[in-house]
C-alpha cells in the first residue's frame, strides 16, 4: 500500500510540473511574465543585423558595385616583409594583407585581358585596431605590360577605419590589361613599407 501511495505522489508532483511548465511556456495563452511579449522569429537564409543596431558599414567609402576585375588574378610585385605576401592583396579577403620591404613599392596586377578600368580602391583591414594612416599612392596602366601611362598620379590618401579604411580613386576611363599602383609613402610608425588587405579594379 505504501508503494502505491509513492507511486501516485509521484505521478501528481510530476503533472504538476508540467502543468507549471506548460504556464511559463505560454503553451496555455497566457506568459508567465505579463510584461514579456513573446514573437515568432524571423525566417531568414543568412545572418540579418537586427533594425536597432547602427550598420557599422553605413559611413564606409562606397565601392562600384560592379565585377572587382582584379581579384584572383596574377600579380608582380618587388619584396615583401615576412608573410604578407603580394597575392594577399586580391584573395577577396581583408584580413590577410601584403606588406612591401620599403619604398617605392610596385603592385602589378594582369587582369588577363584588355578592360575598360576607371576606378582603383586600396583596401586595408576595416578593424580600429588598424589605426588611421596616409599611404601616397598614383596608378598606371599598360595594354603590354611594359609601357605604362599615368591614370592617376601621386597622391595622399587617409585610411581611418570609421570610413572602412579604404580610399578610392577615380579617373577617366582607359583601356588596360594591366594595372601598376606605386605606393611612396605610409604614415604608419609600425612598418616601413606599403601595405595593403585588397586592391580592387572596376570598370
Known sequence: MKNKWNIIMIVVIA???????CACLGLFGQSGDPGLTVVASPE?????RPGCFPDPTANYIP??????????????????????????????????????KGFPAEMVID??????????????????????RTQEIAVFVSTDGEHF??????ARYDFDPNTGNRIRIDFDTVSARFVKVVFT???????GG??????VVYE
Open 194 to 199: 606599403a601595405q595593403a588587405a585588397e586592391i
Open 111 to 132: 587582369l588577363q585581358d584588355s578592360r575598360s578600368v576607371s576606378t582603383v580602391a586600396v583596401l586595408l583591414n576595416p578593424s580600429a585596431i588598424w589605426e588611421a
Open 63 to 100: 565601392l562600384p558595385e560592379t565585377e572587382n576585375l582584379a581579384e584572383g588574378k596574377p600579380v608582380l610585385a618587388g619584396a615583401h616583409t615576412d608573410v604578407y605576401v603580394s597575392t594577399n592583396v586580391n584573395d577577396g579577403k581583408t584580413d590577410t594583407y601584403w606588406e612591401s
Open 15 to 21: 503533472l504538476s510540473l508540467v502543468v507549471i511548465g
Open 185 to 191: 609613402m605610409n604614415s604608419s610608425s609600425r612598418t
Open 44 to 48: 531568414q537564409s543568412k545572418p540579418m
Open 149 to 154: 601611362t599615368e591614370a592617376a598620379p601621386a
